[in-house]
């Protein structure tokens, strides 16, 4: 992971610049931060989290997006690993609101930042739920809003099913979405 030092903080302008390299460009507080590609047991978890989201969203009218999709959250810009959120906030170049629910799958790379910083944006900025998956010990967290802060509300390790109902009810497996 590259992180530039704070002194040289950037804009959306200058993100937007950056030519396309195949590798994940965020903006979290005017600070760039570039990841690699994920591996392979984070998009077999990744898959398998969009296919059970976007079948349990149907009729809800809400949209489910993996990533790439930036999600701006005032001066920074972020690219969580799956969101939801209602399709007219959606434009062209991304999501310029807060989803209404945002998922990141811990990497070793990037796992500090997801429950650090990602975490106090999204709560900063009203993602009414935040999901954090890892997929080397398959487990999942489930944070909602609750007066403006966050509440763990579930979480499941292993081979343990919960039922969640926001954004809409879903049951979900850690072991079951870690296997793809």
């Known amino acids: 992971m590259?992180?530039?030092?704070?002194?040289?903080?950037?804009?959306?302008?200058e993100l937007d610049a950056l030519p396309d390299d195949g590798l994940r460009h965020e903006l979290i507080d005017g600070v760039f931060v570039m990841t690699p590609a994920p591996g392979v047991g984070h998009q077999r978890m990744s898959a398998a989290l969009y296919r059970t989201l976007w079948t349990a969203s149907q009729n809800t009218g809400l949209e489910v997006q993996y990533a790439p999709v930036d999600v701006v959250l005032g001066a920074s810009?972020?690219?969580p690993d799956i969101i939801v959120a209602w399709?007219?906030?959606?434009?062209?170049?991304?999501?310029?609101?807060?989803p209404v629910l945002a998922v990141e799958i811990r990497s070793p790379?990037?796992?500090?930042?997801?429950?650090?910083?990602?975490?106090?944006?999204?709560?900063?900025?009203?993602?009414q739920s935040y999901w954090l998956l890892d997929p080397r010990a398959p487990s999942i967290t489930v944070l909602?809003?609750?007066?403006?802060?966050?509440?763990?509300?579930?979480?499941?390790?292993?081979?343990?099913?919960?039922e969640v109902i926001a954004p809409f009810p879903v049951?979900?497996?850690?072991?079951?979405?870690a296997r793809g």
């Open 144 to 162: 909602e809003l609750v007066d403006g802060r966050y509440n763990e509300t579930a979480t499941a390790h292993g081979d343990r099913t919960i």
């Open 171 to 177: 049951a979900l497996n850690p072991a079951v979405l």
């Open 77 to 79: 810009v972020v690219e």
């Open 109 to 127: 790379s990037t796992g500090w930042i997801d429950e650090g910083r990602k975490r106090t944006l999204y709560e900063e900025h009203g993602v």
């Open 2 to 13: 590259s992180v530039m030092p704070v002194n040289n903080l950037l804009t959306r302008d």
């Open 87 to 98: 399709p007219e906030d959606f434009t062209e170049a991304g999501l310029p609101t807060a």
